[in-house]
């Protein structure tokens, strides 16, 4: 987050900081999409005036820059640590896999949002490109396990990748943290199904 | 289709029939969001009068229920298909996640169009009652499958049915027919990904 701007909030001005700001934002983005809602609907929203709003952000397309970047940011941390490991590249992938569940566990409606992304503005489109890089990312170390060996040759590698995250985004349309089961079981049962399969070995066919 | 109004377009009225009427509908809604379009906005999108529209349909929630039907039909035939097979439920259970993919293939904008609806009205609540109904012979099959030894007993079968067609359903997210890979070499790979996972079985760990 290091663009958020952190000035501390004026004496005498009441409620929002930039940190509760962005996730109510986050919230009516996620609840009635990003290009429906509008200024006023936030002002609304937070039942504080525009003008207590643009004291923490420039405009919406701030409001969203920062929200799906602390989304990346988190993505893109688990990429380097895997990055970073020693090993093989399968370990590094579920590495990857791991580490990316808990961040949509932790920031599951930045990660949502981020998701939702169409590319009709400027900041949706980095976004995108950003999306399409840590994709890239992914399916490298694919392929990378795939030449080692570990990797089931019989897929595309683009194609593996698309659908092992595929299945860890497809987290954010069912997965609640409150009653649900913790992130480090969700995290586990993610990758014992992405990377040996629902069959139970002594049968595999 | 059942409740779709066959009636022949009246002689001497051009345009649209009730399917490609229904194309186009689809096509808006998933670009605006169901909401947030509007019967003006899907008589401009087709240039036709609302009055043509209104010839085919009564209203935008009707437009709504017959494309979701459309993808409701198509898995609860695959599911039918699944249940009436002999053998084990592992093998249903893989003939049902095949059968899925072809299904969102060939009907990709009206099972796109399943997977964003909400709840917001009555045509939506009863499209996702039949989304849970769904969920719920899928997860009973994981479950029978389980119990004959054939899946994994290490992850609930409730977590590993919405992973299996989370992963299916993550498709609409990239998935295009036009150049892409078939239908049937995606179900494959699918089927490969969800049952046997991404590692190679040699250094299974």
Redesign the interface.
């Known amino acids: 987050m290091a663009t958020a701007r952190v000035n501390p909030p004026r004496r005498g001005r009441p409620g929002y900081d930039l940190e509760s700001l962005l996730a109510v934002a986050v919230k009516v983005f996620n609840e009635r999409?990003y290009e429906?809602t509008s200024m006023e609907d936030l002002s609304r929203g937070l039942g504080i005036t525009k003008s207590a709003i643009y004291y923490h952000v420039a405009s919406k397309d701030e409001l969203l820059r920062l929200a799906v970047a602390r989304a990346l940011d988190g993505l893109f941390e688990a990429a380097d640590e895997a990055g970073a490991m020693e090993g093989r590249a399968?370990d590094k992938l579920e590495h990857l896999v791991r580490r990316s569940v808990h961040v949509l566990v932790d920031r599951l409606p930045f990660v949502t949002l981020l998701?939702r992304v169409r590319g009709n503005t400027k900041v949706e489109r980095q976004a995108l490109a950003r999306r399409r890089e840590f994709d890239h990312l992914v399916s490298e170390l694919?392929r990378q396990a795939e030449a080692e060996?570990?990797?089931?040759?019989?897929?595309?590698p683009a194609?593996?990748s698309?659908?092992?995250f595929?299945?860890v985004?497809?987290?954010i349309?069912?997965y609640r943290p409150r009653g649900g089961?913790g992130a480090d079981a969700?995290a586990e049962?993610?990758c014992?199904?992405?990377?040996?399969?629902?069959?139970?070995?002594?049968?595999?066919t």
Chains 1, 2 share one sequence.
Do not use: Y
């Open positions: 999409g429906a399968i998701l694919v060996g570990d990797v089931r040759p019989d897929v595309d194609v593996a698309r659908l092992v595929g299945l985004n497809s987290l349309e069912w089961m969700l049962a993610v014992k199904i992405a990377f040996d399969g629902l069959r139970q070995d002594a049968t595999g």
